[in-house]
């Protein structure tokens, strides 16, 4: 398994933007389909974008589409998450995640994921 750190997280006014990276450890990330999740206070974990290591092929969430851009640098074993015109409705702690190296698709199950960060925290403020 891949052991994941997320960094980048921090506090910025509505309409503001925010890197999100996570450096993964490990041979298998350049095969491992990741993710995106955030847990708001009192709220279950939401699936939030998800890269494939095949192709580049990215999925979003409905709620950040065209706001948020996940992108990968396998040679740097590095996940992010560009995070622009942000809400305060992101307010989140914001986790990544992996799944079993090779295994394809796009899941917005948390279960699905057998590695995951620790998480970083994201406040919006209006």
């Known amino acids: 398994q891949v052991q994941l750190e997320e960094s980048g997280g921090g506090l910025v006014q509505a309409g503001g933007s925010l890197r999100l990276a996570c450096l993964a450890s490990?041979?298998?990330?350049?095969?491992?389909?990741m993710a995106w999740f955030r847990q708001a206070p009192g709220k279950e974990r939401e699936f939030v974008s998800a890269?494939?290591?095949?192709?580049?092929?990215?999925y979003y969430a409905d709620s950040v589409k065209g706001r948020f851009t996940i992108s990968r640098d396998n040679a740097k074993n590095t996940l992010y998450l560009q995070m622009n015109n942000l809400q305060t409705k992101d307010t989140a702690v914001y986790y990544c995640?992996?799944?079993?190296?090779?295994?394809?698709?796009?899941?917005?199950?948390?279960?699905?994921?057998?590695?995951w960060g620790q998480g970083t925290q994201v406040t919006v403020s209006s």
């Open positions: 890269s494939a290591w095949a192709f580049g092929a990215t």
């Open positions: 995640a992996a799944l079993r190296a090779n295994r394809s698709g796009f899941y917005d199950s948390s279960g699905e994921y057998v590695s």
């Open positions: 490990g041979r298998t990330f350049s095969k491992s389909n």
